[in-house]
Each structure stands twice: as C-alpha cells, then as structure tokens.
C-alpha cells in the first residue's frame, strides 16, 4: 500500500466514523425532543410528589416512583441501594420583622437555613449588625457583635457571566456564617438569599455548625433579597432597630432511604462502569424541579434514549439518582463506598445538577489528555449548540468516586436563570421548559454514547 | 529592521488592542449587567403602556416613552420619523366552539389573524376539513373544500433544534392558508397556532390575502396547539361535527405614526452610519415583551453603554426603535426610502427581533470577508458564552436598508422559549429574565463597539 492510498483509507474511514456518529447523535436528539419522557417524568415528581427532603415522605415517594419508572424502562438491572439520611424538619413557618420602635414593625420573609437549630419558642429579639462577610464579623469582633443577631449581606456579584462563580464567592455567608459568628457570642444569625435577583423569596441551603455542641449553636435564616435591601436601609436610618424572627425547625433521628440505581450491562467490556446522575432529594420550600428533579429525569432518560435509539452499549451504564444531597451527601457517599468494597471499575461519571435549562456543554474534571478526546467531539455537537468542552468541577454526588483515571463530567446548562429559583419556594415545574430539559438529556446521552463507544483514553 | 523586531512589533501591537477590547467588553458588559436600563424600561413598555399594535394609543405612548427616555441619555440627537401605518383592530373577543351534535358544543380558545375580515355578527358555522398544509389543500380541491372551514395543522416540528426553523416550515399556513383556501370556495380558516408547546394559547400573527378582493376574503383565527389537538381528534371521531367561531376585526383608515431614532454623532467619520434597532409595534394580545421590547430597550441600551463605558464611536450610531414590523413592515421601509433620499451611507445593521433570551451569538448576511472579521472577534467574546458568528438572516425592520458593502446583523438569542410566547397573550414582563435581556444588550454593544472601531472592511 502506498502512502496515498492509506491517507485515503484513513480519512474514509473517519467520514464514516463521523457520519455513524452524527447519526447516532441526530436520532438520540429526535427521541428526546419529539417522544421524550424526562418533561412527564418530571412533572409526576414535581406536582404529584412536590419537595423531597431527605427523610420525608415525599423522598420516599420520589424513591418508589422512579423506581417503577426504570423498571418500565426494560433495563437489564434496576435496584435500591440504602443509606442513612439525616432527617431535618422545618417545622410550621417562620416568622421574622423588623422592629423600629416599639410596636412598629414590617414582616420580613425568612427561611431557616438547612441544618439550622430552632429559635426556642419565644423566638429571638434583638439588636442587628450588618456585615459583609465573615472577614468584617472577625475585624468587628467580640465588642460589636455579643448578643446582637449578624446580618450577612454581601450581594452576589451581578458582573460575573457564570452565575455560580457568583454563587461561590458568597456562599460562605449561609454556610459557615452561623459558625463564625458563634465564636463572638452572636444570638442569631439572618443571611441575604443567595438570589440575583430582586424579589421577596428566602433561599435556603445547607449550613454547618463544624463541631460546635448543639447547645451552643445559633439559629440561622435566610432573607429574601427585598428583605436584605429593606433592612440594610432601614438599619442605616435606625442602627438601634431591633429584628425578631423564630425557627420551628428540628434535626431528628437518622432514617433509611435510597439511592435508585438502573443499569444497562455492557455487551463486551461489562466491568467497566459508567454513571450518569443527578440527586433524588430536594429543599422542601419549592418542588425541587430545577434542583435537581431535572437532572434524576434527564439520567433515567439517557439510559431510555440509548436503548431506543438502538445502541448497544460496550460498557456498563448505570443511571444513579442519588440520595441526600442537599444536606449530607450520605447518598453519593455510599454509593462510592459500595463500589470500592465491591471493587468495581468506574470509569466514567457524568452529573446533572444545574438545573434544566439549555445545555451550553460539559465541564471536564479529569487527565488533559481526556479533555482533548472529549473536545474532538466539539463538531458531532455543533449542530446542537452545545459548545462548552471546558475544565472544570464535574459535580458533588459523583464526587466520592473520583479517581485519576476517571472521567467525572457535569453537564453545564445556561446559568442565567438557576439562582432566581435554587432552594427557594420558586423552585417549580412551570419554570422548566420541556425543550431545554430533553436538549439536556440528549446532549448527556449523546457524551456517555460517545465515550462508550471510543472509550476512556487511558492518560497514565 | 530585521523581521524578528516586526514581528514582535505586530505581536505587541495585537496583544494592546486585544486587551483594550477585552477591557472595553468588560466595561460594557459590567455596565449592563451591574446598572442596566434595559429591564426598567422594557417593565414600563410591557406594564405601564402594554401591547402595542400599530396606530393603537399604545403605540403612541410607546413612541412617546422612548423618546423621552433616549432625550434623557445626552445623545446628540433625538427625533421621530414619521410613518403612516395600517390600523387594524381585533374588536370584541373572538369566540369559537366544536359542535359534535345539535347544542353539543365545547368551546375552544381562538383568535383572529392580524389583518383577517370579520366574520359578520352571525360568525360563521361549518363543517370541518383538516388539512396539513397548502399543498393537501390543493390535492382536495373545490369538491372537497366548498362550504367548509378549512383547518390546517401541521405541526412546528419539534426534531428542529433552531426554533425559528420550525416556524418557517410552518408559517406558511398562517399567512397564505386563507388566501388559498378562498380559490376553493372555502368558508373560513383555522390554523394551529404556530407554538411547540401543548398549551391553550392561540398564537395571532401576520396574513395576507394577496390581491383578492375584501369582499372575497375569507375569516381567519388561530386555535391554541390544545385546541388544535382536540378539533383533530373530534375530527376523527365525527367528521361531520360543525365548527362555529365569530370574528370581530375591522381595519381602519391608515394613521400617523412614528419611527424613534436617537443618534450619537461619529467623531472622526460621522457620515457613515451604523443602526442598532429593534421594533416598538407589538400584537396586542400579550404586552410585547419578548417581540420586542426586548430588542429596543436593548438597542437604546447599546447606545447608553457606548456612552458610560468612556467610548467616542468614529461613526455615527443609531438606535431606531421601528414601528409597524408586525402588519406592514412600513418603519423599515420608511427608514430605507428616507436614508436613500438623503443619500445616507449605511455601513452596518444590526437588529435584535428574537427575544430577549441570553444571547448565543450573530446571524450575519454580508460578504464572506466581512464575516471573517466578524468571526476573528469571536475570542473576544469567548468569556460571555457568545459563541455563533454564522452567515443568516439579519433582521426585518433593517431588510429595506441593505445594499451589498454592508453587514447586516442578528442577535441570536437562545431560541428555545420564544415560541412558547411569540404573538400570544403570555408575551409578557414576567417571561424575561434581567440577566438574559442584559446579556443581549452588552454583546450587541460589543459589537457595535469593535466594527466602530475597526470599520468594515471594504469587500468590493
């Protein structure tokens, strides 16, 4: 054979290669955006099972459901895996207001923060300093801060193009903001929502007390953003004001769940495993749509879409919807312990949990020589819009899983929009649009279908 | 000089101006997204003035409203073109209903075409012919069509990726579909509302009727997908059931109205002319938020961000809020005629008519060169997800202007919901997201921005 000759091979046989992927690729799309299941799907969990937080009903509900959704689905294996949640209570509603004077008073909308411990019946009155930020509390110190209630209210930053950039410049406010001020014998904490937007819906979110003893602990809530803008101003007429909010909320024993597994078997290499996941839990003020009833839809649908479009997976790939989230990653946790104890070979995890909107790309945590092979790809998805083949975080429930060899994935969907619903009561299935929701799963489907296919370059 | 010191000469000199463009993207960017006008003034067109149909008094108080906005900005000049335009009302509310035996009637959500007859104060009752399109229509024939309601339901197909594809291998039904259906003796016409989304939302739109005679033309409505989807099936259980719906239209006598232009003079080549617009007629069923509000908040945003962001354009930028693209296109063409007349040098457009969604890039109808430049810019625009830089349709209302030197762009927002709201009653305030809007209007600024600074490039 001369060397023309081979050139020529070469290139025909990647025409061929690209064309059998484009196909593959449009008829994954086709059945996701014109017979999809993940919309119905996620309507039941969403208006007939609503918020799911680990422990409740409702998450037992979600576990049942899907279930018998998968097992519908003709899979080769469908099963619960069991894990130990924690179980948190919100409790009848929270109450909140500002005082100016005596008798004068303006309700508030708070939340209690995941996690948080309860006000005591009687609630909690006090005196309110604002801060910026866990920086400014430790610079205030001691003198400033006893026996006053810390109003967290550092803004997300609205110039930042991804709006969890945003998210995670703040985010320590809610999470270790209630710790922190503990330490300046604080008697509360209230935090501005972690919301772009102005409006009057409090966002909740998990919190950690670190190893404080929970006698000690301080309650803590959310603002909404009109909330946080009326108190900071009204703070600034009247620094002596005082602020009232009770927490009913109540952290109980330990309960069983579930991790909800399907699995197709791969038809030659069977031991190697790839997941694709999304959490089953949610925050319980709205209906866990966009966080992350989305992402549970759009896994189950990848496996639904791979079998109907006719492909025969070499690989093992298993939808995971994992338990527990939101408030202790108990689910993700287990679910990597199991398949340590089992010695079972991941290679590959992929995650959804930024909501359903459209699907920009991927973000890549793994070796550079796979982040090359998966931007070789970048073509076969151009027709879809999807463009984004970039490092990155790949997602929490995959995370315990994670080795050097691996390929740990997160589908990265428009960020615009996710933080004017995540963990509040907005949070809600008419906020999904079907077609951004099926784009997802097929954009998902379409990147298992191709690294199933290719495989996993091995980069050691 | 030797050729190394060139060639590090040019290097350094693309490294500067890269990076002043990257800083004056970020200033506009940040401009947009920190203290933005857009969204208070698109709040005021959508919730103070409302749907805005050419010669109605909303248009009017649009007309009003924005100019006094652009005058507010310190532009070199502001002023209204006049334009006559069509004045056609809906009347009363259309009703319709599905009668499957004498007093047997369900009632179904319609509404009249823009620019479709009355039906008389009687309405009209017939039976039903389904048809999938024009070319069904012809193959039917007078035998089969005489006396009877034609309705056409051929669905947007939803395997399409760009929405507006859909629409276009659809749209025909609803502009021509009476037109046609009047050579067969028809009755009347129903088409199934241009929309991918199950809903009860009929979806109005432009029609013609060509040259036919008033008094030949035919009645046309749209009925929302659901109700389209149960005629259907009642259809097929009883195809002799009678469709009744009544009509309350008029077109009146032509009134005057305006085009809004707000000018910032160029500094070093004021008579070449570069126009950002958008239109400022809406249907009047919803309040016109996403077509387009949207696009002309965003035009005059494109000024304003010009302006706080420290630039001096070199040439001269328009903002030309149009009016009359939904039902006559006359703003377009009164704009060209004008800027013909006064021997205007246009050298670029850019339109923004496809809603106020985050932007994914530029459709761009020019020469391949002029696109090259276009697409040499598209690192620039890297960090805000701006990604198409595509050879396409630019836009209506900027249509009239185009001549072969110049580059007529599109804004290309995300296209996934717009057709959930396009010419219904659900194209409202709440259906826009800040974040999305404000996007737009920074990379339309950006653009704007680089082929000011770089003029286009002569293709000839």
Redesign the interface.
Known sequence: MNKLYIVLLFITFQTVAQTDDENRMRTI??AA??DGKAYNWLNYLSNQIGGRLSGSVQAQQAVDYTKAQMDSLGLDRVWLQPVIVPKWVRGTPEFAYIETSPGVTSNVPICALGGSVATGGRGIKAQVIEVSGIEELKSLGKEKISGKIVFFNRPMN??L???FDAYSGCVDQRYSGAAEAAKYEALGVIVRSMN??QDDYPHTGAMSYGDIPVEDRLPAAAISTNGADFLSTTLKLNPDLNFFFKLNCKQLEDVESFNVIGEIKGSTNPEEIMVVGGHLDSWDLGDGSHDDGAGCVQSMEVLRLLKVSGYKPKRTIRAVLFMNEENGLRGGNKYAEIAESKNENHVFALESDSGGF?P?GFSFDCSDQNLKQAQGWARLFE???V??FVKGYAGADIGPLKNDKMVMAGLQP?S??YF?HHHAENDTFEHV????LE?GAASMASLVYLFDKYGVIDSN
């Open positions: 799309y086709d955006l014109v609205a110039s193009i991804d709006t772009l937007r459209t920009r027709p879809y819009y463009h984004l428009d615009q929009r004017d649009n079907r077609r951004e784009l």
